[in-house]
């Protein structure tokens, strides 16, 4: 790039004329003069809240969800069009609110990254998406009051700064009720609250709540001889929203954000069968730039554990160990 090569150029003179003479009045003028300079190239490097370094990319989003998300058709096309109809759209009335369900290793933390890949141009480094995990971050039930409001402040501060911020709320499941409730007057119909509009911010929940739920619809569909791809969204939606409102361990339960409708949308993530095991194999291969081979994927594939015992028909811990196991192999 050509401003990093006159960045380089200037640090050099600014050494020769340090070298040269470091208490010479003219010198020292030009070193102070090229220090500033130097300050204004480093900060147009640096990361700011402004459509050079936010710019959602459309088809990077679909790409990566067609080529590098697996057995995911409903999850593919919500995400898909919720995040165009939101980016696209000047003056959202809300801020977009996802709450990602399923099995543990479907893809729900890589969509996650995906979204936050296509829309920072420093994607999951970026200073404007913050995750929050329970055990990081909110790790003792006693000091739940405490954590209320730190997370109300961080996120008050944080869409302050940029309001096209993003968080994630990873284990929702292990959250404990009540802390998201202090968050919903930031995910609600507001212009403005205390002067910030929230409207341009991105919420996302990720949670296995509701899993066995889905899982007990994918099985029923596969029992059927049905192919999976005729799972629809109203198959799921509502065994899920009431599994996930009513289950203690969910991270939303009986909270008012379900109450009020301030989920936008409820994703769920299917169980992973074999083949979709293989598919994660291969598309890792490719990424590590390794020949992709279907003798090994095959194997990573086969070590897994399978369930229900009886069918072995989905991959417990879907496509999540899948990394370390191809290290193995090679
Ligand atoms: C958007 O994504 C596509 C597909 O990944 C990529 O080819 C293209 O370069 C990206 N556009 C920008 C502006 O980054
Ligand atoms: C933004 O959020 C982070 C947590 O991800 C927090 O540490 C930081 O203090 C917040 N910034 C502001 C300005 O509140």
Request: proline share 3%; hydrophobic share 40%.
């Amino acid at each position: 790039m050509k401003v990093e090569r006159i960045y380089l150029f200037f640090y050099g003179i600014s050494l020769i004329c340090a070298r040269v003479n470091a208490f010479d009045p003219i010198t020292t003028t030009v070193a102070v003069g090229i220090g500033a300079t130097l300050g204004t190239i480093y900060k147009y490097f640096q990361e700011k809240c402004s459509s050079k370094w936010i710019a959602f990319n459309a088809t990077g989003l679909d790409v990566d969800l067609e080529k590098r998300l697996f057995g995911q058709h409903i999850a593919t096309r919500i995400i898909s069009k919720a995040v165009n109809g939101f980016v696209n759209n000047d003056k959202p009335k809300k801020p977009l609110v996802l709450s990602l369900h399923g099995w543990t290793g479907t893809g729900k933390n890589f969509v996650s990254k995906m979204i936050a890949e296509n829309l920072y141009k420093e994607g999951m480094h970026s200073s404007f998406v913050h995750v929050f995990t329970s055990e990081l971050h909110f790790p003792h039930a006693s000091q739940i009051e405490t954590y209320k409001s730190q997370l109300q402040q961080w996120i008050k501060g944080n869409v302050t700064n940029c309001a096209q911020s993003m968080f994630i709320f990873d284990e929702m499941d292990k959250m404990q009720p009540g802390l998201i409730d202090s968050i919903k007057p930031y995910l609600d119909y507001y212009d403005r609250l205390d002067g910030v509009s929230y409207q341009k911010a991105i919420f996302i929940f990720l949670s296995n709540a509701g899993g066995e739920k889905i899982t007990e619809t994918a099985l029923d569909f596969w029992k059927a001889g049905k192919n999976r791809e005729e799972i629809k969204l109203c198959d799921l939606e509502n065994a899920l929203s009431l599994s996930v409102f009513n289950n203690k361990k969910s991270g939303l339960w009986r909270t008012c954000l379900i109450d009020k409708n301030l989920v936008d949308f409820f994703v769920p993530f299917l169980p992973l069968e074999y083949k979709h095991v293989v598919q994660c194999v291969l598309a890792e291969m490719e990424a590590r730039d390794l020949e992709p081979d279907k003798g090994i994927a095959n194997q990573v594939a086969r070590d897994l554990i399978y369930f229900p015992k009886s069918e072995r028909v989905f991959s417990a811990t879907g496509c999540k160990t899948i990394i370390s196991k191809l290290d193995y192999y090679y």
